[in-house]
């Protein structure tokens, strides 16, 4: 959610669609008539200040940012060296020592003195208790003071990377920015109430002065973001354009006409771990959207706009046009792959963990880690490629649209059933009523192979406790917390199929085997780049 993905519909009468022309328009049916379709007429991303490409700013601010990693790294290093004056066993100080020191990384000065004082204590560690102890505690002091210098430092860059021009345009009102600033609060707050005793507690004093400006200046930021983003969707559902080449005062013009609705996603709800990429700060999300959703519903109230949400789940991991699941993958840059051949950053271990190689990588490469900005999923239509690449926020909105005008067809993917145990059978009953309507009356019998169900329509189960067709689609969402733990007791299961048919051949299968199946068969295709049958992962997934 780093800055809105827009797209832009009109409902129009079927015999009035233009479908001549090099462009055929992209059209989707409406529930409940076939007399009007939804047409699509832009896609494009809102960009607030400081949100976009990576600027000359941004990589003065990227030296900041990893100095202060490695500060958030060596105060939690001292936390940990000062428990060591705990041990008494001298087999258990020298692992303890061991361990540590390799989590010490980086050339600067003060990690260089860190593995210098516990390479020193090496040949301490068979002394008694008191002596070891006191040791170890001059040798934390010594290390203090060496940290306590960097931090120096780095606020001193930190100030001087904020002046003009660095400064300008660089972070402005992006979450990413916020995000920073967030754990540069984070860090000034550790190293002020960080232990100097063995044992000791620190608190954070009622009253404290530890980095108040920049918790005033972290709460301008998101005020400002919120009132900022709220107008800025506004006035585009308003037709207007905003053109910064243009004198203060005059830089937005009406082009297009206006919307009488804008939809957004109801992130109240969004619970879903395997719909979640990994690195989102999901609490930061939820007060961006929570913030801006009431902001945009008053600006848009003067001017009738009407403003509506629908539930985002998996959204972002189905194709919107062929239905197919997929996996959110990352570009690989130059400088991802030199770091990689370093064994830094993020691609080293990917790769390790892919079993690719990294000779092989090139610039813009993808690599399927589950939370970047790209959806990849198998392209069957097209196998020269082999798969179907789309930015995964953009395909998200479109998604949203369809659920909005396709009602409860357009989400038939997913279904959370009650387990029952029959007759030597597992049953699964859904426990919505959307997916009857769909479906018609049924139930889901496990077969031969383990996590595979097939639907067998008109049978009923009758069993005390079951919940069959009782709740919404939305009820059921919101209860997944709590499915998950009946899950984990074999009382529940949610069931996963690929609407493309590639798959499974469309086949019902439990969410581990099913997403399983996903990541294999995109990471085989981006591996290989062309279809190799025998570099497929089955048959079955085809």
């Given at each position: 959610m780093s800055c809105p993905k827009l797209w832009i519909f009109t409902v129009e009468h079927r015999d009035n669609v233009t479908t001549s022309g090099p462009r055929k328009p992209t059209i989707?049916?409406?529930?409940?008539?076939?007399?009007?379709?939804?047409?699509?007429?832009?896609?494009?991303?809102?960009?607030?200040?400081?949100?976009?490409?990576?600027?000359?700013?941004?990589?003065?601010?990227?030296?900041?940012?990893?100095?202060q990693r490695r500060i958030r790294q060596g105060i939690h290093v001292l936390s940990r060296f000062l428990r060591l004056s705990e041990l008494a066993d001298p087999e258990d100080r020298k692992r303890a020592l061991e361990s540590l020191s390799k989590t010490?990384?980086?050339?600067?000065?003060?990690t260089s003195l860190f593995r210098e004082e516990m390479a020193s204590l090496q040949d301490r560690v068979g002394e008694e208790a008191a002596l070891w102890r006191d040791h170890v505690i001059e040798a934390h002091r010594r290390m203090e003071r060496w940290l306590g210098q960097a931090v120096r430092e780095w606020k001193a860059v930190r100030k001087q990377a904020g002046k003009v021009p660095v400064r300008r345009g660089a972070g402005g009102l992006s979450l990413r920015r916020i995000?920073?600033?967030?754990?540069?609060?984070?860090?000034?707050?550790?190293?002020?109430?960080?232990?100097?005793?063995?044992?000791?507690?620190?608190?954070?004093a009622r009253g404290s002065q530890v980095a108040q400006?920049?918790?005033?200046?972290?709460?301008?930021?998101?005020?400002?973001?919120?009132?900022?983003?709220?107008?800025?969707?506004?006035?585009?559902?308003?037709g207007y354009v905003y053109d910064d080449t243009q004198p203060a005062g005059n830089r937005w013009h009406r082009r297009y006409p206006p919307c009488h609705v804008i939809l957004m996603e109801?992130?109240?709800?969004?619970?879903?771990?395997?719909?979640?990429?990994?690195?989102?700060?999901?609490?930061?999300?939820?007060?961006?959207?929570?913030?801006?959703?009431?902001?945009?519903?008053?600006?848009?109230?003067?001017?009738?706009?009407?403003?509506?949400?629908?539930?985002?789940?998996?959204?972002?991991?189905?194709?919107?046009?062929t239905g197919a699941p997929g996996v959110r993958c990352r570009p690989v840059t130059k400088q991802d792959i030199e770091k990689a051949a370093r064994g830094?950053?993020?691609?080293?271990?990917?790769?390790?963990?892919?079993n690719w190689t990294l000779e092989k990588m090139r610039p813009n490469d993808l690599v399927p880690t589950g939370d970047g900005e790209i959806l990849v999923s198998p392209a069957k239509w097209d196998r020269a490629k082999g798969v179907k690449v789309v930015h995964a926020d953009l395909n998200a909105a479109q998604n949203l649209q369809r659920r909005f005008w396709g009602g409860d067809e357009a989400s038939t993917f997913r279904v959370s059933c009650d387990v029952v145990d029959m007759d030597g059978k597992r049953y699964a009953v859904p426990k919505t009523d959307s997916f009857f309507k769909v479906f018609g009356i049924g139930v889901f019998e496990s077969t031969d192979e383990e996590g595979v169900y097939r639907w067998v329509p008109g049978r009923k189960i009758e069993k005390k406790g079951l919940r069959r067709g009782k709740l919404s689609g939305e009820d059921a969402d919101e209860n997944e917390w709590l499915e998950e733990a009946r899950e984990l007791q074999g009382k529940a299961v949610t069931l996963f199929r690929d609407p493309s048919g590639q798959i499974y051949g469309g086949r019902w299968l439990t969410a581990k085997l099913f997403w399983g199946w996903v990541e294999r068969l995109v990471a085989a295709r981006l591996r290989d780049r062309s279809w190799e049958p025998e570099a497929a992962v089955s048959e079955r997934g085809k």
């Amino acid at each position: 959610m780093s800055c809105p993905k827009l797209w832009i519909f009109t409902v129009e009468h079927r015999d009035n669609v233009t479908t001549s022309g090099p462009r055929k328009p992209t059209i989707y049916p409406i529930a409940g008539t076939d007399e009007y379709v939804a047409v699509q007429e832009r896609a494009f991303l809102l960009r607030l200040p400081g949100e976009g490409k990576t600027s000359a700013a941004e990589d003065a601010f990227g030296r900041v940012h990893a100095l202060q990693r490695r500060i958030r790294q060596g105060i939690h290093v001292l936390s940990r060296f000062l428990r060591l004056s705990e041990l008494a066993d001298p087999e258990d100080r020298k692992r303890a020592l061991e361990s540590l020191s390799k989590t010490v990384e980086g050339t600067q000065d003060w990690t260089s003195l860190f593995r210098e004082e516990m390479a020193s204590l090496q040949d301490r560690v068979g002394e008694e208790a008191a002596l070891w102890r006191d040791h170890v505690i001059e040798a934390h002091r010594r290390m203090e003071r060496w940290l306590g210098q960097a931090v120096r430092e780095w606020k001193a860059v930190r100030k001087q990377a904020g002046k003009v021009p660095v400064r300008r345009g660089a972070g402005g009102l992006s979450l990413r920015r916020i995000r920073q600033l967030e754990r540069d609060r984070t860090t000034l707050i550790s190293w002020s109430n960080h232990a100097r005793e063995p044992g000791q507690v620190v608190r954070m004093a009622r009253g404290s002065q530890v980095a108040q400006r920049l918790t005033a200046r972290l709460n301008h930021l998101k005020e400002d973001r919120i009132k900022k983003l709220a107008d800025l969707l506004v006035m585009t559902a308003l037709g207007y354009v905003y053109d910064d080449t243009q004198p203060a005062g005059n830089r937005w013009h009406r082009r297009y006409p206006p919307c009488h609705v804008i939809l957004m996603e109801d992130l109240s709800r969004y619970r879903f771990q395997s719909d979640r990429p990994p690195s989102e700060n999901n609490q930061l999300m939820s007060w961006s959207h929570r913030g801006i959703l009431q902001t945009l519903k008053m600006q848009a109230d003067i001017h009738q706009i009407i403003v509506g949400t629908v539930f985002p789940a998996f959204s972002s991991r189905f194709d919107a046009q062929t239905g197919a699941p997929g996996v959110r993958c990352r570009p690989v840059t130059k400088q991802d792959i030199e770091k990689a051949a370093r064994g830094e950053g993020w691609l080293a271990p990917e790769l390790e963990r892919l079993n690719w190689t990294l000779e092989k990588m090139r610039p813009n490469d993808l690599v399927p880690t589950g939370d970047g900005e790209i959806l990849v999923s198998p392209a069957k239509w097209d196998r020269a490629k082999g798969v179907k690449v789309v930015h995964a926020d953009l395909n998200a909105a479109q998604n949203l649209q369809r659920r909005f005008w396709g009602g409860d067809e357009a989400s038939t993917f997913r279904v959370s059933c009650d387990v029952v145990d029959m007759d030597g059978k597992r049953y699964a009953v859904p426990k919505t009523d959307s997916f009857f309507k769909v479906f018609g009356i049924g139930v889901f019998e496990s077969t031969d192979e383990e996590g595979v169900y097939r639907w067998v329509p008109g049978r009923k189960i009758e069993k005390k406790g079951l919940r069959r067709g009782k709740l919404s689609g939305e009820d059921a969402d919101e209860n997944e917390w709590l499915e998950e733990a009946r899950e984990l007791q074999g009382k529940a299961v949610t069931l996963f199929r690929d609407p493309s048919g590639q798959i499974y051949g469309g086949r019902w299968l439990t969410a581990k085997l099913f997403w399983g199946w996903v990541e294999r068969l995109v990471a085989a295709r981006l591996r290989d780049r062309s279809w190799e049958p025998e570099a497929a992962v089955s048959e079955r997934g085809k």
